[in-house]
């Protein structure tokens, strides 16, 4: 059953153009020049309930303004969705009783109390019963490790910590369409790892549908079977993970620090030089070349330090977009 329906969901922002100086800024008071963002395009999908999708895209592609329609925030321009059978700004309780957003950047919690006021807080807004909101308090606590915070004021929390509450707030009233945006932004490999598997036991039990948008691929991999990339507002790939991946993952960078400065000439024959600085290079290796080409880079350059990395994701979808290479582009 479908939990989440978009039908040419369309968002065009319009604003005023802004001119720097003070003059210009008076005289935009009287003359104003409007003008237009199509954030999103003729968005259509469908999510099934207990479906985790990943939602990929570089900066700016409409991610956000997506999840922001799909919880109610913003209005539409044109196009039709609905979550859960509801149509989501027309922001009806019982739907805001079924649904969650989570995003990464904001946070919901009162920052000089305890996270514990705040949980009360939300018990009381969605008038959720003594005994059931003490169970799932109990079992969100249980599964996120924070009992030891609980009643720790939520600006004296670290990073991870006040993630973890943002989340127990955003899930005590046991919301059927979770959104995440960004839900592991800035926080270390560990607390991500946690909040990941965190996501896959909740939803294994629960059978929560859960789009979720990260510029960390590793949230993608763990959590998500389908994965949709939009690009400049139009859906352009909407398939499984592991043909994006393929692609993706054929590359690696090699960044390398240099004690000396050396020739151009001595970089030839290594592989594509993505950047360069007189102390640090980078590299772009195909995957089943990378320790064969490192080992004779290490050999025959004056490295002090090195990495190895994957692509960022943003780079990788231009390089699938170069080499016509989307496999299920709709
Ligand atoms: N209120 C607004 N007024 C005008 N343009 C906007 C507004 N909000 C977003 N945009 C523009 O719409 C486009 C899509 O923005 P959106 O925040 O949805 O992108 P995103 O995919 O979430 O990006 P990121 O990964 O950087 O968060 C961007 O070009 C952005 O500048």
Known sequence: MSAITLNQLSKTFEYYKKEPGLRKSFS?????????????IDLSFDINEGEIVGFLGPNGAGKTTTLKMLSGILHPSDGEAS??????????????????????????????????????????????????????????VELLGVSEQLHVQVRRLSLGERMKMELIASLLHRPKVILLDE??????????SKIRQFFKTYNKTYNTTILLTSHYMRDIEDLCSRTMIINHGQLVYDGDLKSVNDVIGSWKLLKIQLSAP????????????????ELEVVFELSKHDVLRKSKEILDHLP???????????EEGIAILYEKGGLPHAQ
């Open 262 to 277: 050396v020739s151009e000439l001595s970089l030839n024959g290594y592989g594509k030089i993505r950047s360069r600085s």
């Open 83 to 140: 979550v859960l059978g509801y149509t989501p700004w027309e922001r009806k309780k019982e739907f805001k009783r079924q649904f969650s957003i989570v995003m990464g950047q904001k946070n919901q919690l009162w920052w000089d109390l305890p996270a514990s006021d705040s949980f009360e807080l939300n018990k009381l807004i969605y008038d959720l019963d003594d005994t059931e909101y003490k169970r799932t308090l109990d079992e969100l």
């Open 28 to 40: 935009n008071l009287f003359k104003r020049e409007k003008l237009h963002k199509e954030a999103v």
């Open 303 to 313: 490295v002090i330090d090195f990495t190895i990395e994957d692509i960022p994701l």
């Open 183 to 192: 839900p592991t932004i800035g926080l270390d490999i560990i607390s991500q």
